[in-house]
C-alpha cells in the first residue's frame, strides 16, 4: 500500500523567513495531493492541492511542488508569520484505486518572532 | 454554513460502554470519513461511505460501526469502548470519493 512519510518532524523557522516542509509518497499511482494546517485543538484545515498534470501551484504565500519523477512534495510558505506555527501534512490520493487516501505524519512548524 | 459539525467536542468513557460520536455536514457531500488521529501517527481511516445508503471499512475498522441514513449525517459507534480507542476522532466529508476533504473539529474520547 502506500506509505507517505514527512522528511523532518519538526521545524523552526525565524519570523519574515521562507519554511519548506517535504513530503514523500511511495505509489506512483497517486494522482490528487493536498497540504493541510491543524492548529492546536482544531481539525486539518486545507491549505492547497495539486494534480498530478501539474508540478507546480501557488496560493496566497504557498506554494506546492510535486515532482512524480522521484515522488516528491513540498509545501513552501513565504515569509513565514507566528500565525503559520501548526503542524502540516500532506494528504496522498490514488484515484485509480477510488480514491484511496494517504496521510503523512504531520511536521509541526514553529515561527520564532 | 457550519460546514462539518461533531458532537460531544470531548468525552471520558468507562470501558465496555457504548459511545456514540455524531458527525453532520451541510455541504451537500456525497462521501463522508471518520479518522483517528493518535499522537505519532498520521490520520488513519476507520471507515467512510461514497454516498448516503452505503459503507466501507478502512484501515482500522474493528470496534467501530457506522450508518450513513442521509447525505447529512454519518454516526460513528463504539459498541463496546476499549482503552486503545482513546483518541481523537476527525469527521471529513468531500464532493465525492477522491476529492477534497474538509474536516471538523474532532472529538476527543479517553476511554479509562
Known amino acids: 500500500g502506500e506509505s507517505v512519510g514527512l522528511h523532518l518532524p519538526t521545524l523552526s523557522v525565524q519570523e519574515g523567513d521562507n519554511s519548506i516542509i517535504n513530503c514523500a509518497y511511495s505509489n506512483s499511482a497517486s494522482d490528487y495531493f493536498i497540504w493541510y494546517k491543524q492548529e492546536s485543538g482544531k481539525g486539518p484545515q486545507f491549505i492547497i492541492d495539486i494534480r498530478s498534470n501539474m508540478d507546480k501551484r501557488q496560493g496566497q504565500r504557498v506554494t506546492v511542488l510535486l515532482n512524480k519523477t522521484v515522488k516528491h512534495l513540498s509545501l513552501q510558505i513565504a515569509a513565514t508569520q507566528p500565525g503559520d506555527s501548526a503542524v502540516y501534512f500532506c494528504a496522498v490520493f490514488d484515484n485509480t484505486n477510488a480514491g484511496k487516501s494517504t496521510f503523512g505524519d504531520g511536521t509541526t512548524l514553529t515561527v520564532k518572532p | ?112
Request: net charge positive; charged share 15%.
Open chain 2, 1 to 112: 454554513i457550519a460546514g462539518i459539525t461533531q458532537a460531544p467536542t470531548s468525552q471520558i468513557l468507562a470501558a465496555g460502554r457504548r459511545m456514540t460520536l455524531r458527525c453532520t455536514q451541510d455541504m451537500r457531500h456525497n462521501a463522508m470519513y471518520w479518522y483517528r488521529q493518535d499522537l505519532g501517527l498520521g490520520l488513519r481511516l476507520i471507515h467512510y461511505s461514497n454516498t448516503a445508503g452505503t459503507t466501507g471499512k478502512g484501515e482500522v475498522p474493528d470496534g467501530y460501526s457506522v450508518s450513513r441514513a442521509n447525505t447529512d449525517d454519518f454516526p460513528l459507534t463504539l459498541a463496546s469502548a476499549v482503552p486503545s480507542q482513546t483518541s481523537v476522532y476527525f469527521c471529513a466529508s468531500s464532493g465525492q470519493r477522491g476529492d477534497t476533504q474538509y474536516f471538523g473539529p474532532g472529538t476527543r474520547l479517553t476511554v479509562l
